[in-house]
Nanobody, 126 residues
Framework: QVQLVESGGGSVQAGGSLRLSCVGPGFTSAYYRMAWFRQGPVHAREGVAAIDSDGYTYYSDSAKGRFIVSQGNAKNNLLLQMNDLKPEDTDTYYC????????????????????WGQGTQVTVSS
């Protein structure tokens, strides 16, 4: 396991933007793959976006065209640019890391993660 720390959540109006950041200070291996999940009171944790070390990305249907997942300047930094936010995007968002050389499933499954961040709340008002 590695420690993951998220930041960047908050409250915005519909149509606004947020950028989530996840840092893994303990990352030293090239064999971690990272993803963003979301979870709310009425649904299980579900994959939003994932990125592999070769730049291959995954987006959920609701995230396509609005969210961009990327790695920051440091390989242990994961970003999620969230644009054109909608009230239905309201949830707690979690950064996750998966150890190993295999890609995340499509969609990413929570059971694959070996490390989780503490979560950051995103609230979108209409």
């Amino acid at each position: 396991q590695v420690q993951l720390v998220e930041s960047g959540g908050g409250s915005v109006q519909a149509g606004g933007s947020l950028r989530l950041s996840c840092v893994g200070p303990g990352f030293t291996s090239a064999y971690y793959r990272m993803a963003w999940f979301r979870q709310g009171p009425v649904h299980a944790r579900e994959g939003v976006a994932a990125i592999d070390s070769d730049g291959y990305t995954y987006y959920s249907d609701s995230a396509k065209g609005r969210f961009i997942v990327s790695q920051g300047n440091a390989k242990n930094n994961l970003l999620l640019q969230m644009n054109d936010l909608k009230p239905e995007d309201t949830d707690t968002y979690y950064c996750a890391a998966k150890e190993g050389t295999r890609r995340w499933s499509r969609p990413p499954e929570a059971y694959e993660a070996t490390s989780w961040g503490q979560g950051t709340q995103v609230t979108v008002s209409s």
